[in-house]
Structures are given as structure tokens and as C-alpha cells.
């Protein structure tokens, strides 16, 4: 099992779902079943690596009629800068360059109340 970096652990409580996958994409079997289950219609994503398993899940999220948001300054690539630009040029190609946002851009829209 992958460990949390710790700049995580206080987003994360006793019930914070975590997945922890083998695969490049959050849709593994649990994975399906949480985003069914918590009726999620917006899925908005960040990790390593940028041109894999982001790329991956925001693709599969899309074709599974969601809505995928990359939050490209909370993502990053083991091999680089230049491949996390492709990752978001490929990514804005699959789902619209349009979802690919800052993390401000998520903190402005949530209501105050939630922040």
C-alpha cells in the first residue's frame, strides 16, 4: 500500500475514502463501486504521474459520463516537466482543455461554507 505525503493527512479523516490501486486508473472494481455508490457526477484529480495514471483515470472518467477536472498545479511527473506538459496537452485533446484548472480556480467555486 502507497503511503499519504504528509502535506495530505489532514484532508484525510477516518472516513475519507482511499483507493489503493494497481492499475493506471481509479477505476478498478472499489474504485467503480465509491464513485457509483457516492453518486459523484465531478471527479477532480491530481497525482503523479501526470501523463499516465491522471491522464488515465480523467479519460476513463469521461467515458464513463463523468465530468473530469485536472488540477494541473497539484500534479507532476516522476519523469519531468516536459512529460506533465504532454500529459495536460493530451488531456485537454481527450476530455477539453477546459477542465484542466488551478487549484484556485476549484477553492473559488466551492461555497464558503464547505472550504
Not at 82 to 103: D, M, S
Amino acid at each position: 500500500m502507497s503511503e499519504l505525503v504528509t502535506e495530505l493527512t489532514p484532508y484525510v479523516g477516518p472516513h475519507t475514502p482511499v483507493v489503493d490501486k494497481y492499475i493506471y486508473t481509479l477505476f478498478t472494481p472499489e474504485g467503480t463501486h465509491l464513485v457509483d455508490d457516492r453518486g459523484w457526477t465531478d471527479l477532480y484529480m491530481c497525482g503523479i504521474d501526470t501523463e499516465i495514471c491522471v491522464l488515465k483515470t480523467a479519460v476513463d472518467a469521461f467515458e464513463h459520463d463523468l465530468t473530469p477536472w485536472i488540477l494541473k498545479d497539484a500534479c507532476a511527473s516522476h519523469s519531468g516537466p516536459e512529460a506533465h506538459t504532454a500529459g495536460l496537452f493530451i488531456a485537454g485533446r481527450f476530455i477539453g482543455a477546459n477542465q484542466i484548472i488551478q487549484t484556485t480556480s476549484l477553492l473559488e467555486s466551492v461555497p464558503p461554507m464547505l472550504c
